[in-house]
């Protein structure tokens, strides 16, 4: 497993959890250890979680998703949050070392294509964005706007958003456009504000005011889909991803205690407030105009 080694930054558990508190599904510590992108879902959720059960000591370091397995594989954390599914080689190093796993999606994200909300185009096929980030689409005239110079802006590298973008856009080619560099969701969408000629990519809950996302669709001539949450609760809209929870099988209890909350009722109405899509409760959709949807949870039926 050594391209799955386990940072250094993490202690190792006997300096993290010391003392004594009993184990079961709603006291005890555990350390998770979660993708940037759904850090803050996670700490509504610890937090929640914590108020029903003060006894459950719940730590949350953040990290990418491999370094998430990572840690997860070394037992140097309980609880891994990724913004995918584990991967092939990951799922091979763990048979390898006779690791049981389980997995649990909690919510539905979108990766959207944020432009200026001044910027005239409205739509992008998916090589379009393909062409774009490799640097070979250069104009907005391109896709039907004015004639001016795009210019492209980019997360890091290492950062699970890029790590989606790059496999979901790019085919796992390597972003070769000229790029300005932005660390978070929020300095993207400030740029983009700022930048009538910029195109960025955030997450669903990181538009921003000021900034518009693009339609997309998998194919040029095929329908566009708007990034809302109805199209991405149904896979419709092409950059939809999911946020897993994984656990090693026998661990501690209050592991399956959190993701049991977490994908329950009131854990799922806290993704909803996050600004993501439940996954593991019904959800109906109420259109409010043609440019915008909502959803909620639909109530338990009382009819027999």
């Given amino acids: 497993m050594g391209a799955l080694r386990c940072p250094d ?21 555990i350390l998770v250890v979660c993708s940037r992108d759904a850090r803050d879902l996670i700490a509504r959720e610890r937090e929640a979680f914590r108020a029903l059960y003060p006894q459950a000591q719940i730590e949350l370091r953040e990290g990418t998703s491999r370094q998430a397995v ?8 309980d609880l891994a949050v990724l913004t995918r599914e584990l991967l ?9 070392g006779g690791l049981e796993l389980e997995g649990y999606p909690i919510a539905r994200d979108g990766v959207v ?4 909300q ?14 774009i980030y490799r640097g070979e689409i250069t104009s907005w005239s391109e896709l039907g706007g004015a004639s001016r110079t795009i210019h492209v802006v980019i997360q890091p590298p290492e950062s699970d958003i890029t790590g989606f973008f790059v496999e979901a856009v790019m085919g796992g080619e390597p972003i070769a456009a000229a790029s ?3 660390t978070a969701d929020s300095t993207v969408a400030s740029r983009v504000r700022s930048d009538p000629d910029a195109i960025g990519y955030v997450t669903l809950s990181g538009i921003g ?26 896979g419709d809209y092409p950059l939809t991803r999911v946020v897993y929870t994984y656990v090693r099988a026998g661990g501690p209890p209050l592991a399956n205690g959190f993701i049991t909350y977490v994908t329950r009722r009131d854990g799922q109405w806290i993704v909803h407030e996050a600004g993501l899509v439940p996954t593991t409760v019904p959800v109906r959709f109420v259109r409010r105009s043609p440019m915008m949807s909502s959803h909620r949870e639909e109530k338990p039926s009382t009819t027999p």
Wanted: net charge positive; glycine share 6%; aromatic share 8%.
């Fill in 113 to 116: 294509a944020l432009v200026n």
């Fill in 118 to 131: 001044a910027n005239p185009v409205q739509n992008a096929a998916m090589q379009s964005l393909h062409g």
């Fill in 180 to 182: 300005i560099y932005e």
């Fill in 209 to 234: 005011s000021g900034c518009r996302a693009l339609r997309v669709a998998t194919l040029a001539g095929m329908r566009y889909w708007t990034p809302d949450l109805e199209a991405v609760h149904a």
């Fill in 9 to 29: 930054f993490w202690p190792a558990r006997s300096s993290t959890y010391a003392g004594r508190v009993e184990d079961s599904l709603t006291t005890g510590r």
């Fill in 88 to 96: 092939p080689e990951e799922r091979a190093a763990a048979s390898r």
């Fill in 70 to 77: 990572s840690a997860l594989f070394a037992a140097r954390c």
